[in-house]
């Protein structure tokens, strides 16, 4: 296994010398994926920065609170023997001690145990890979990204098994986003296998809301048709700065096994053997050799599973039939544009054929004059017992709207992004009631100004 490792750092490391810019993400030979870089002419999203600019929304107090130490409360919790400190050369592979530090969460392998034995016996197996930018492989050259990395890597130990890989990463989209998307972007492939990597797009600026989607987001999967083994991943920014603790806190209660880069990779810089920018090339996503140090440390602990595969009991699975934090986002769905849902989109441009921000199609009205005549309520009838909105942020001419239910403004958005990054899908909860039931949505533009808006999605729990 070191050597199949090797081989692929020593690949990643050459690559690196040249400038590694944002990849597209493109589907290869072989292989299926949800993500796409077509965008309407107005998208002028930059994939490197989505997620930085997600991530940097964190609160400085948050920030200081995950920098503080690189072994977590759950670490602690396990009384992990953790190695000496020992000299780290990422070209001679990760130690003994990034092991024990990334190995957060060891937990519950029944699943994983049979996804692994199903391959072992020649059967196919669909692994999906679902997250942000550093999931879709921002700042990696193409192909180099740990979800094709860790694909190959699987195919290696399996030769006589089909292995699709679904990648399903898109970025600036946190888990709220995520546990949306996740039945269109991931249960209806039948994965076998998910890996989870929302750490650095989830921020205690809506910290109670993410903990609720994350939690919700494993439940989703687990209870899926295709009963899927879970992994999650924590990925963290050059501070420190990673919601590792709040997605381990519900990962351990469901015994989730969870992947620590953020303690692996904070503990070799703190110690002085690599530097960030060894790895990164800017403050958030790995590019191609910090992939390739990352599929080391996936793979490590997907190692240590099948060296043990005949002694894990795949009858005494996690049990998530009852929800550590909420059950609210497991019914999480979205109504989509050329769904039936919508009523009327009178004078609003419906796109089904490409793409915005990487999330799909969608609704755009548009205002020369500030008049936005002709252009009546998007409207829906949907039934639900919450209601979110997708839309997209924009650097130029983004226009405020109110989403109105049941005739009642429920919240006014605004979606200018003036001297932003670039334009991306942002997500706000609107309104939530006691009981699911029938609700009238309506988005109305506000008047007054040149200006754009655009929707992707309607989100709804039931």
Not at 25 to 38: L, P, R
Request: proline residues 3%; negative net charge; contains cysteine.
């Amino acid at each position: 296994m070191k050597k199949k490792i090797a081989l692929i750092l020593l690949c990643a490391m050459l690559a690196a010398s040249a400038s590694c810019g944002t990849n597209n993400n493109a589907a290869s030979s072989g292989t299926t994926t949800t993500a796409s870089s077509s965008a309407p002419a107005s998208d002028t999203s930059d994939d490197k920065a989505d997620d930085t600019t997600a991530a940097n929304t964190e609160s400085d107090s948050g920030k200081a609170e995950d920098t503080a130490a690189a072994q977590t409360t759950a670490s602690e919790k396990e009384e992990k023997v953790i190695p000496e400190d020992s000299e780290y050369v990422i070209a001679n592979g990760i130690t003994d001690r990034m092991k024990a530090l990334a190995d957060l969460i060891d937990g519950n392998k029944a699943r994983l145990a049979k996804v692994f034995k199903k391959a072992k016996a020649g059967e196919p197996i669909t692994v999906a890979y679902l997250g942000g930018s550093i999931t879709q492989g921002s700042s990696a050259e193409y192909e180099k990204w740990y979800a094709k990395l860790v694909t190959l890597w699987l195919q290696e130990q399996f030769p006589d098994s089909k292995i699709t890989d679904i990648n399903a990463g898109i970025g600036a989209t946190g888990s709220y986003i995520g546990v949306y998307r996740a039945d269109r972007d991931v249960t209806c492939y039948d994965p076998d296998l998910v890996f989870i990597d929302f750490s650095v797009n989830d921020t205690t600026e809506h910290t109670e809301r993410n903990r609720g989607s994350y939690d919700g987001l494993l439940q989703k999967l687990w209870n899926s048709k295709s009963s899927p083994a879970i992994v999650t991943v924590a990925m963290t920014m050059d501070d420190g700065t990673s919601f590792q603790k709040y997605h381990s806190e519900i990962c351990e209660a469901y015994d989730i096994p969870m992947i620590s880069y953020h303690d692996a990779i904070m503990d070799v810089v703190k110690n002085g053997h690599i530097k960030w920018t060894d790895i990164s090339d800017d403050n958030i996503h790995p590019n191609t050799v910090g992939h390739s140090v990352l599929t080391e440390i996936i793979v490590s602990y997907l190692q240590s599973v099948i060296d043990d595969l005949d002694s894990i009991d795949t009858d005494n699975e996690s049990d998530l039939s009852v929800p550590y934090i909420t059950d609210k986002y497991a019914t999480a769905g979205l109504l989509l544009p050329g769904g039936s849902e919508n009523t009327d989109h009178t004078g609003w441009e419906m796109v089904t054929d490409e793409k915005f921000g990487n999330f799909g199609g969608y609704w755009r009205a548009l205002s020369k004059d500030g008049t936005f005549d002709g252009v009546s309520p998007l409207k829906f009838e949907t039934e639900a017992k919450s209601i979110g909105v997708f839309f997209g942020k924009l650097t130029k001419n983004g226009g405020k709207f109110d989403v109105v239910v049941d005739g009642e403004v429920a919240k006014t958005i605004d979606s200018d992004f003036t001297g932003g990054w670039g334009n991306y899908v942002e997500a706000e909860e609107v309104i939530e009631f006691e009981e699911c039931g029938s609700h009238v949505v309506e988005i109305v533009p506000h008047t007054g100004a040149k200006a754009a808006v655009l929707i992707s999605a309607i989100a709804v729990t039931k």
